[in-house]
């Protein structure tokens, strides 16, 4: 059984940082497609940041330059360093994963596996 267990959301104030964890059982990130998302009441989820199998990434435009995906392969964990923080930011974050993935990708569709989310709030 695959889970993902996410970590690391919390307040803080604007220009502030935070780091998100996800471990993953059941399976390994190598060689597997690994992604944040957020969603926000009312909107639809966004891709945030992404990574493929052999660690290339790919970023959405709002959080280019702000964000970092990094992964752990020994420890079975994904990382998003989320600096700079910015009200707009505020949302439930997810970590999500595709088995044998060869995409760094930032559509919902392409991932089968998600966390449940946890929730960061970035105050003016």
């Known amino acids: 059984q695959v889970q993902l267990a996410e970590s690391g959301g919390g307040s803080v104030q604007a220009g502030g940082s935070l780091r998100l964890s996800c471990v993953a059982s059941?399976?390994?990130?190598?060689?597997?497609?690994m992604g944040w998302f957020r969603q926000v009441p009312g909107k639809e989820r966004e891709g945030v940041a992404g990574?493929?199998?052999?660690?290339?990434?790919t970023y959405a435009e709002s959080v280019e330059g702000r964000f970092t995906i990094s992964r752990d392969t020994a420890k079975n964990t994904l990382y998003l360093q989320m600096n700079s923080l910015k009200p707009e930011d505020t949302a439930m974050y997810y970590c999500a994963a595709r088995s044998f993935g060869l995409l760094a990708s930032l559509t919902e569709k392409y991932f089968p596996y998600w966390g449940q989310g946890t929730q960061v709030t970035v105050s003016s």
């Open positions: 990574m493929d199998g052999i660690g290339r990434t």
């Open positions: 059941g399976f390994t990130f190598s060689a597997n497609s």
